[in-house]
């Protein structure tokens, strides 16, 4: 069974930082690509950040210049830096991966649980 528990999420204020973490467990074959998501209250989920396999990241534009996305050399761990962050930032954040399993060996879409975010003024 493929996890992902998200952590690093809290409250800060405008312009501080925070650096979120998700961590991939299971068994695996491949992971494609993997991102950040965020959903504020009352709102549709929306893509953050996204980086594939060969590292190739995409931001959102709200996000360019002040996010970076990355992962450590196992690519099981994603990381998201969140510099100069503003109170529409505020959201519940969310990992997913796209991950090959030994189960069917086909690409499925995995998510985590969600990790709070909260920048006040």
């Known amino acids: 069974q493929v996890q992902l528990v998200e952590s690093g999420g809290g409250a800060v204020q405008a312009g501080g930082s925070l650096r979120l973490s998700c961590v991939v467990s299971?068994?695996?074959?491949?992971?494609?690509?993997m991102g950040w998501y965020r959903q504020a209250p009352g709102m549709q989920r929306d893509w953050v950040a996204i980086i594939s396999d060969d590292d190739t990241a995409n931001y959102a534009d709200s996000v360019k210049g002040r996010f970076t996305i990355s992962r450590d050399n196992s690519g099981r761990t994603l990381y998201l830096q969140m510099n100069s962050l503003k109170p529409e930032d505020t959201a519940v954040y969310y990992c997913?991966?796209?991950?090959?399993?030994?189960?069917?060996?086909?690409?499925?879409?995995?998510w985590g649980k969600g990790t709070q975010v909260t920048v006040s003024s």
């Open positions: 299971g068994s695996i074959v491949k992971i494609n690509s």
């Open positions: 997913n991966a796209d991950v090959v399993t030994p189960m069917t060996f086909t690409a499925m879409d995995f």
